[in-house]
């Protein structure tokens, strides 16, 4: 997609709630598209119940929600886009479910600057973002230093070329 894999394409494009295709709300989304989101989620859903979850990428929340709703004892999600974090707060509130507007590449760091510890987490979502990611390597790395001794790591990433998509947010390819 992209010939210098150090230099992001869509340096400056916008961090909304509606900035990219995955960004969705499975109420009003393409049914397929809804499907597929569901799905994962689904699954991750299945290594519940944990103590901790982080939900990397959360958009809306309704992820995060599914992840409490199957039995997440605490789950913090985190998005890049200030919009979206509001919105998955408003739409699905769940006890137990913290959503923050953060950079995952520094979530440490951000999250010690406002006076928390992030801590660890048992189990770590990172569905339909690293394609996102200018430095995936480097989002791995730093979600794999969140991870409690034993703990999932769970990602996913869209194969755009097998559905027939081009997504122009995206800057690494399946």
Known sequence: MQDDPHQSPHEGA???ADA?????????ADPHLATQHLARYAWAASLMPAPRVLDCGCGLGYGSAMLADAGAGEV???DIAADAVEEAARLYPRPGVT???VDAMTLEEA???????VGRFDVIVCLEVIE??????????????????GGVLA??????EAIGVDNPFHIWEA
């Open 14 to 16: 916008p961090q909304s």
């Open 20 to 28: 990219c295709l995955e960004r969705i709300d499975p109420a009003e």
């Open 76 to 78: 913090l999600g985190i």
């Open 99 to 101: 959503h923050r507007c």
């Open 111 to 117: 999250m010690t600057l406002n006076g928390a510890s």
């Open 132 to 149: 996102h990611v200018a430095e995936p390597q480097k989002l791995l790395d730093v979600l794999k230093s969140l991870l409690s001794p």
């Open 155 to 160: 990602v996913s990433c869209p194969d755009d």
